[in-house]
């Protein structure tokens, strides 16, 4: 098993990596080109300098874990657990890169977006409970059949995003960028009670 503790090297390339467990562990100043992880436990563990690209994380466990200082690219996680990451530790362009994470049926409440640039963004058919999303750019994201129940959406620009078949979102349009959002009944029945109007039952 390659070992991503030790300082034999600083970069990976096309590796894959499987039933790795660095729960709790540190890796720092590592860089990862087309590299896979499948069902790797990266409980709490914190990354700090590592660059990835072209990467996935297939059925991981990223709960709690730390980015501080990470640059991501064209990175997928699928059927993942990442449950409370404060992805605003990472280092992120000026301008938002396109794909720059997605998420496919992942686990990704309590984590935290507040501010990113995140055009295009892929969030399909996740659980983002209590996740914040304010001031963030999710304009052209694909959102479809992710639970946002109690996420935050504030001064969020969801510009041609797509909500059908999620469900559970509270946002105000009148605190929210709603161009061209598309969203599906009855589901976005929710949009109108943040608007000062009564309505007929």
Known sequence: MIDLLSGESAAYEDQA????????????????AGCTFVDCSFLETAFTGCRFVDCEFVRCDLSLCRVED????????????VIGVNWTEASW???G???AIGFERCALSHSTF?????????MVDCLAHNADFAEADLSQANCTGTDFEGSRFLHTDLTEADFTRATNYAIAPNLNVLRKTRFALPEAMALLYGLDIILAE
């Open 17 to 32: 990596f499987e039933g790795l467990d660095l729960t709790r562990e540190e890796v720092r100043a590592k860089e990862f």
């Open 70 to 81: 990470c640059s991501f690219t064209a990175v997928k996680f699928i059927d993942s657990q």
């Open 93 to 95: 362009p000026a301008v």
């Open 97 to 99: 890169l396109f794909h």
């Open 114 to 122: 507040i501010g990113l640039g995140l055009r295009r963004v892929e």
